[in-house]
């Protein structure tokens, strides 16, 4: 089976600093992916960043990167230079390759930007 | 805009109404799923269809049937629903071809409330 964990239920951080988002998985499938969302008071899921298991370079799209770390099952979101706009529950979601295409979602982050 | 379409965005309902929710997806994917998200609660997959034909059905209760008459639409009909069942229902696509990208994509949300 397999499994997200997101230790985190809330953060706090300033304004322009930077925030890492823990995510840790298990699974004994060689071949997966990993997915970050954000979710805004809204209720609409954002896509925000893709890693695949056999990718050899961390991902990056624009402020946000995901800390890819294999050995430990870890897979960490970062957020540079925080906005006001990033405030939102985030989400780290696993895919299992022929596993159905199924995600399965960690119990989620609440962050806050503060000025 | 994500591709994704979820219409009514928000929805009240007796316990006695039938009603449905609607999911478009433009992205020419071949997947779809439907999501529960309660408060506090982890998001939990309801169903999957893949290629129009239903793969997975989490024990969900009978008083929600969907249905999937092409790969661009996708419904949840509600009959006899029960309080608890009121939360978000996200609706999902990817394409499960080998040469397309792992993305799921989410919609807005449909916010059910039954009373």
């Known amino acids: 089976a397999q499994k997200i964990t997101q230790t985190q239920p809330g953060m706090f951080v300033q304004e322009k600093e930077a925030v890492t988002l823990d995510c840790t998985y298990d699974t004994s499938d060689p071949s997966y992916g990993l997915f970050w969302y954000k979710q805004p008071s809204s209720g609409e899921m954002i896509f925000l960043i893709y890693?695949?298991?056999?990718?050899?370079q961390n991902a990056t799209e624009g402020r946000y990167s995901l800390n890819f770390q294999k050995a430990r099952k870890s897979a960490n979101l970062v957020i540079s230079a925080s906005q006001l706009g990033d405030s939102a529950m985030y989400f780290c979601a696993m895919r299992i390759t022929g596993g159905g295409n199924k995600l399965t979602f960690g119990t989620g982050t609440q962050l806050k930007v503060e000025l | 805009e994500t591709g994704v379409t979820q219409t009514p965005r928000h929805l009240v309902m007796g316990m006695t109404n039938k009603k449905s929710l609607k999911c478009e997806q433009h992205l020419g994917h071949n997947a779809m799923y439907w999501y529960k998200q309660s408060a506090k609660k982890p998001l939990e997959l309801m169903f999957v269809?893949?290629?129009?034909?239903?793969?997975e059905n989490n024990s969900v209760p009978s008083r929600f049937s969907p249905e999937c008459p092409n790969s661009s639409h996708l419904f949840l009909h509600l009959h006899t629903l029960q309080p608890e069942d009121s939360a978000l229902y996200l609706c999902a696509s990817t394409s499960t071809r080998l040469s397309s990208g792992n993305t799921i994509y989410f919609g807005e949300g449909s916010w059910l409330t039954v009373v």
């Open positions: 269809y893949s290629l129009e034909e239903r793969v």
């Open positions: 890693q695949g298991s056999y990718d050899q």
